[in-house]
């Protein structure tokens, strides 16, 4: 998965980012070592929070996080000398991962740089390049980033963009004699691996040729590569730009600003802008830093137990060991009387304590000359007894560890909810808890609500799922928790079918074209994040003991407006007599699911009546149809009103 943004993301980037010039900066916040967010306030777009983290991204973000109780210096130092400034210019420096933001206040000038390479950092320059203070004071070879030092940037490389074809040609001509040109493009003009093989597939030049043995006609569609690929940025044409983020199996692997061959054949979901996408890719992983961390702190928390468990076996053991070997000591005194007396008879008198073995035994006797036989024997069971008690108590400290590991493993995951960053978004005054999940009524009235990832399914099961109520699952990989809040009651046949019906459509069955599958129901206490021991269970998945009741269900889904409401439901006919407007979706069509938004959005737009169009527009939008579709390509079956 992709960490951080490359130098086209970041030209894709500053490209959509001049809509903040004329924007006011009203506030700083820094919300972690390496990055800092900027409130500002656009008198035509209004409030907008721009995140800036060093060595690694830079974008709009629509999620909202709490701000930290104290500012640190660093925010407070941008409020002091920025607060109530306008942005006049925000650039790319040459094709690097550097941006330079300028905002001008009546009494002076400042240049914020943001660095998102290796080892970045975000600096404050004032008129003269001096620093007035970085995030972080840092000492390279070749530069110094420290305050009232003069500011330098990194050591750039050569600009693809505004790069000649002579220019190009002596690149290559002067390279080592080993480097290819895939590894040329990669480094020496900053494109990166996946760009660099992009470059060389629309040249149709081999990636692994020499760069040095390159001819003039195929540096010349190189050349040519590079600005068709490049246009968007070239050209700073924003609607050239379709930004997309790339899945593989649910997991999101990449994000850009434009398509590439190389994730033809991927999944993809689109946004509006690359800033959008950017906001989505980056702050998901956040999210899933922030649960990764309290499943490392509660793994560290069995790990300690275990580690204490296994010193108090060890301690078992050798209270086992000493306890014996005390009581068989004790009997062979007895066993071997007159042949111990006659040895110690024989012995000089030269020490208290003599240690004695006899023959065909491995025990080596300790005895006390001074005393009897016989009290050397009851030290030796005496002795045994400490030991045995020792070993009693050890043994209820290991049953005590075992419940605590037990208790342990049972207890929830703590996530500290308010570090996870929520979407910003104008809902509705009653917006349901379960809108936030997949969701459709039976046509017996039951709730049914449906996860949207590994992360869902887990809120769904841990935080939502009562004992009674159902869980649907299907067998097949990548498929959603499902569950039915049953309060208690029977779910009629024909709500059953229906829930199987919607659990089934939402996974991987959809996107390998399948029209029937299998799903599964069990009640709610019948599911547990306990595996069993010695295994494992990843984030998302779940362990189901006893009898399950299977059902065979076609695939098939509706998206509708109910009651004011954008639904989705099976599609079965007592679920599309309910709606004002729908369209029934199979597998295996020619859309993928951005097109197929938008075409359904379209769809709703044009057949709702006059009156009630702008509501349907408010209701239905790209990013809301988006989330309602299956995995993969659909197509349209059926729809109401006939198109």
């Known amino acids: 998965m992709k960490e951080s943004m490359s130098s086209v993301d970041v030209a894709a980037i500053v490209t959509e980012l001049q809509e903040l010039v004329g924007a006011r900066l009203v506030k700083a916040y820094q919300q972690g070592s390496e990055e800092i967010r900027l409130k500002l306030h656009h008198k035509e777009k209004g409030a907008l929070d721009l995140i800036i983290e060093a060595g690694k991204r830079i974008h709009l973000t629509s999620y909202k996080r709490p701000s930290p109780r104290l500012p640190s210096n660093f925010a407070m130092f941008i409020r002091k000398h920025l607060g109530g400034g306008r942005i006049s210019r925000i650039q790319q420096f040459d094709f690097d991962r550097i941006v330079e933001i300028t905002i001008e206040r009546w009494d002076k000038k400042i240049r914020l740089i943001a660095e998102l390479l290796p080892r970045g950092n975000i600096v404050l320059v004032d008129e003269n390049g001096e620093i007035m203070l970085p995030l972080r004071r840092k000492s390279f070879s070749t530069r110094e980033i420290k305050v009232r030092k003069r500011y330098e940037r990194p050591p750039s490389r050569a600009n693809p963009l505004t790069m000649s074809e002579h220019e190009l040609m002596k690149l290559c001509e002067s390279a080592a004699q080993d480097k290819e040109v895939v590894r040329i493009l990669a480094s020496e003009l900053s494109f990166g691996g996946l ?42 044409e924003q609607s050239m730009l379709r930004a997309h983020i790339v899945l593989e199996d649910n997991d ?265 599958g299998e799903c599964y129901c069990v009640t709610g206490e019948q599911v547990s994040k306990t595996p069993p021991s010695g295994e494992y269970l990843k984030k998302g998945s779940f362990m189901v003991r006893g009898k399950r009741q299977y059902f065979k269900t076609a695939l098939g889904l509706c998206i509708g407006i109910k009651k004011t409401r954008l639904v989705v439901c099976p599609s079965t006919d007592s679920q599309k007599e309910q709606m004002d407007i729908f369209v029934e979706l199979e597998p295996e069509g020619e859309l993928e699911k951005n097109e197929l938004a938008k075409e359904i959005v379209t769809f709703f737009v044009e057949n709702a009546k006059e009156e009630n169009n702008e509501e349907i527009k408010r209701i239905a939008t790209y990013e809301k149809v988006l989330k309602y579709l299956p995995p993969g390509k659909s197509r349209i079956k059926e729809s109401y009103p006939e198109r």
């Open 195 to 236: 760009y660099a093989e992009e470059v060389c597939e629309k040249a149709g030049i081999d990636k692994n040729k020499k760069a040095h043995e390159l001819t003039e006609p195929e540096i010349k569609a190189i050349h040519e590569a590079i600005h068709a690929l490049f246009e968007p940025i070239l050209t700073h």
């Open 252 to 516: 999101k692997v990449d994000v850009l600003p434009f398509e590439l061959e190389v994730y033809k054949t991927k999944e993809k979901v689109v946004f509006p802008s690359f800033n959008d996408a950017a906001d989505e890719f980056f702050t998901s992983q956040l999210a899933e830093a922030v649960e990764e961390q309290a499943q490392a702190e509660h793994e560290k928390g069995i790990s300690k137990h275990e580690r204490v468990l296994n010193e108090q076996l060890e301690a078992l053991r050798k209270f086992e060991r000493k306890e014996e070997e005390s009581i068989k000591k004790g009997e062979l005194i007895y066993a071997r009387y007159l042949e111990l007396e006659e040895l110690l008879r024989e012995m000089p008198k030269k020490r208290k304590i003599e240690t004695v073995t006899l023959p065909n035994t491995d025990l080596a006797l300790e005895l006390d000359t001074t005393i009897s036989l016989h009290k050397n024997a009851s030290a030796y069971y005496e002795r045994a007894k400490t030991f045995r008690k020792k070993r009693e108590g050890v043994e209820r400290a290991i049953e005590e560890t075992k419940e605590r590991i037990k208790a342990e493993k049972e207890k929830e995951v703590q996530v500290e909810e308010e570090l996870i960053p929520e979407k910003k978004e104008v809902r509705r005054e009653r917006e349901e808890w379960y809108e936030k999940f997949r969701w459709f009524e039976t046509s017996d009235g039951f709730l049914v609500i449906g996860g949207k990832d590994a992360t869902t399914n887990e809120i769904l099961v841990k935080k939502y799922m009562d004992p009674n109520d159902l869980f649907c699952h299907t067998q097949a990989e990548g498929a959603p928790v499902v569950i039915a809040k049953t309060g208690g009651k029977d779910v009629p046949e024909e709500g059953l079918r229906e829930i199987a019906q919607f659990a089934a459509s939402y996974s991987n069955l959809w996107k390998y074209g399948f029209y029937e």
